[in-house]
């Protein structure tokens, strides 16, 4: 069965820091990589996802992943984060193709300082 | 147009009794999944429907644990003699039914088990 590892569990930074928050999976095959994201009081919803073609994934709001293959991870990124990107961000994987779950990490909380 | 929505927001419950959870999906999503969120574990798979059945029940926890999605729309998770550690955020979403369509989360039914 496939895992997700999300190493940092809480990153604080200030406004304009660079961001990078790590991700990385156990499966050998072909997986499908999404990003997720949870604003306080709000729902969870996609920031991007990645399933074949150019490794590097742009989604919404400046936020960007890249797949390494050979590192199994998806890593996200964001050049200059505001404090509206306090939230909590969560990697998934599908790898078990016809089979429609996502495996999530456990989570990243980000708290941007103003 | 309207999200997916969850009943109750809210539930307690004393250890011991039954629950019913409820999940109303986006309208013409055909696929629709259950997740549990608990504190510092990330959001665990529990089951998910393609139309009205349901080819991945592993993650339900344990036989207390059962679901049913009739006419292709709501679904109902049933948590019978409840225990304490069944305590946690139930989250369902909905999608045009292929992985690669985005998963739609409604805001959840935070369960307590007192």
């Known amino acids: 069965a496939q895992s997700v590892s999300q190493h940092n569990h809480h990153v604080i930074l200030s406004e304009a820091a660079s961001l990078e928050l790590g991700c990385n999976y156990s499966y050998g095959g072909t997986v499908n990589l999404f990003w997720y994201v949870q604003y306080p009081g709000q729902h969870l919803q996609l920031l991007l996802k990645y399933f074949s073609g150019d490794p590097l994934v742009k989604g919404i709001k400046g936020f960007e992943a890249e797949f390494i293959k050979s590192k199994f991870s998806f890593n996200l990124r964001k050049p200059s984060v505001q404090w509206s990107d306090t939230a909590e961000y969560f990697c998934?994987?599908?790898?078990?193709?016809?089979?429609?779950?996502?495996?999530f990490g456990t989570g990243t909380r980000l708290t941007i300082i103003p | 147009g309207a999200g997916v929505s969850q009943s109750p927001s809210n539930k307690v419950t004393e250890k011991g009794k039954d629950v019913e959870l409820r999940c109303d999906p986006i309208s013409g999503h055909t696929a629709l999944y259950w997740y549990r969120q608990s504190l510092g574990q990330g959001l665990e798979f529990l089951i998910y429907f393609q139309g009205n059945s349901a080819p991945d029940k592993s993650g339900l926890p344990s036989d207390r644990f059962s679901a049913e999605r009739t006419g292709g729309s709501v679904s109902t998770l049933t948590i019978q003699r409840t225990q304490q550690e069944d305590s946690a955020v139930y989250l369902c979403?909905?999608?045009?039914?292929?992985?690669?369509?985005?998963?739609?989360f409604g805001p959840g039914t935070r369960l307590t088990v007192t």
């Open positions: 998934a994987v599908n790898a078990d193709f016809g089979n429609e779950k996502l495996t």
């Open positions: 979403a909905s999608s045009l039914g292929q992985v690669s369509y985005e998963q739609y």
